[in-house]
T-cell receptor, first 109, second 115 residues
Framework: EDQVTQSPEALRLQEGESSSLNCSYT??????LFWYRQDPGKGPEFLFT???AGEEKEKERLKATLTKKESFLHITAPKPEDSATYLC??????????FGKGTKLSVKP | EAGVVQSPRYKIIEKKQPVAFWCNPI?????LYWYRQNLGQGPELLIR????????DSQLPKDRFSAERLKGVDSTLKIQPAELGDSAVYLC?????????????FGEGSRLTVL
């Protein structure tokens, strides 16, 4: 069964403490691996798309990487405003996105 | 540019009552999605439209849920009758020519509480 599993479920960091979020996937015929950010009471906001192993994308303090079995979202020197739930998703055969449960990140000043 | 607009933002109803949610996608976006997000979970697709055609409604509980997208623009999602387990956030999203990149634009959602 195709699925994505995110870990950890929750992560607490001090401001400036770099870390990584994991998204492992078992998907036959991956049609893209996607990262979204979701703030409380808001809809998810698109961050990155990765298509092939070895690909990397960066945006400010975030860098997403992809291997054949997992994707990482690296957060360098996070700030409190990076606090959010980060969702990964894969592209389904019908053209939709199938989301993981997310990692809730809290960054304390 | 206006984003995806949803209404109402919040709705509290008694079980067995009907409820409807409305979505106005980003202008020019031909693909529209309805997702449901339970607390602590990721969004789950209910239905996807390409223009006015529902191309994926396999996860829509058709005994009580219905959706329409008239003229390929606005969309309405209806639940009748609502059950306690329907309490969730209902998210609408749209995408344009770039939908193959996985970039969906989500609205703020409609939070439903069924008592």
């Amino acid at each position: 069964e195709d699925q994505v599993t995110q870990s950890p479920e929750a992560l607490r960091l001090q401001e400036g403490e770099s870390s990584s979020l994991n998204c492992s996937y078992t998907v036959s015929g991956l049609r893209g691996l996607f990262w979204y950010r979701q703030d409380p009471g808001k809809g998810p906001e698109f961050l990155f798309t990765l298509y092939s192993a070895g690909e990397e994308k960066e945006k400010e303090r975030l860098k997403a990487t992809l291997t054949k079995k997992e994707s990482f979202l690296h957060i360098t020197a996070p700030k409190p405003e990076d606090s959010a739930t980060y969702l990964c998703a894969y592209g389904g055969s019908q053209g939709n996105l199938i989301f993981g449960k997310g990692t809730k990140l809290s960054v304390k000043p | 540019e206006a984003g995806v607009v949803q209404s109402p933002r919040y709705k509290i109803i008694e079980k067995k009552q009907p409820v409807a949610f409305w979505c106005n996608p980003i202008s020019g976006h031909n693909t529209l999605y309805w997702y449901r997000q339970n607390l602590g979970q990721g969004p789950e697709l209910l239905i996807r439209y390409e223009n006015e055609e529902a191309v994926d409604d396999s996860q829509l509980p058709k005994d009580r849920f219905s959706a329409e997208r008239l003229k390929g623009v606005d969309s309405t999602l209806k639940i009748q009758p609502a059950e306690l387990g329907d309490s969730a956030v209902y998210l609408c999203a749209s995408s344009g020519y770039q939908h193959n990149t996985g970039e969906l634009f989500f609205g703020e959602g409609s939070r439903l509480t069924v008592l």
